[in-house]
């Protein structure tokens, strides 16, 4: 298995912060955060030659929290 290098990524300071509040929350560090969101978007269909949807990351959250309320709802 090859080792993982180091990548500098520059974020703007306000999306940083974002991502790392994020990641907080999901009892994650930030670049396990970055790294399950870079994943995840490569498993999507691809919007290229198809009508195939692909949901931003801020898309995906707002779906996953629709879907624990629902889920806790009814309990």
């Not at 919007?47 to 959250?61: K, R, S, W």
């Amino acid at each position: 298995m090859a080792q993982e290098r180091p990548y500098p990524l520059r974020l703007a300071p306000e999306f940083r912060e974002q991502l790392e509040e994020i990641a907080r929350q999901n009892g994650r560090s930030l670049n396990s955060e970055i790294t399950l969101r870079l994943e995840a978007s490569m498993t999507l269909p691809s919007p290229i030659g198809g009508e195939d949807v692909v949901f931003t990351p801020a898309q995906l959250d707002a779906i996953r929290e629709l879907i624990r309320q629902e889920l806790d709802g009814r309990e």
